[in-house]
């Protein structure tokens, strides 16, 4: 779950063994979006979830577009207003 002092988890990868691994906040925040957090839009290379305990928005990017996939996650809260203007929400 995600703490109410969190405002944004900015996942890593690693090399280990000459293989290309998720850090623990990378895998953190895969382990949120597939079974705490509802996706409620996609937007290009962003995706909008909510937390159904909370009510709080979470955008999730890609924020190192310049390597394969988009490189590591990036999750982020996210007030009311601005998903509404971004996503639409």
Same mark, same amino acid.
């Given at each position: #779950? ?14 280990? /063994?000459?293989?290309?691994?998720? /850090?623990?906040? &990378? %895998? ?7 079974? /705490? ?5 996609? &937007? ?9 305990? %909370? ?5 999730? %990017?890609?924020?190192?577009?310049? #390597? ?9 809260? #996210?007030?009311? /207003? &601005? ?7």
């Amino acid at each position: #779950m995600l703490r109410p002092e969190e405002s944004e988890l900015v996942g890593n990868w690693v090399v280990r /063994d000459g293989r290309l691994l998720s /850090d623990e906040v &990378e %895998t953190r925040i895969k382990n949120l979006i597939d079974n /705490d957090l509802r996706e409620v839009r996609r &937007e290009n290379w962003g995706r909008l979830f909510v937390d159904p305990s %909370t009510g709080v928005y979470w955008e999730l %990017t890609y924020p190192q577009g310049e #390597m394969h996939g988009g490189g590591p996650m990036k999750l982020s809260r #996210m007030a009311h /207003d &601005e998903a509404l203007r971004k996503y639409g929400v």
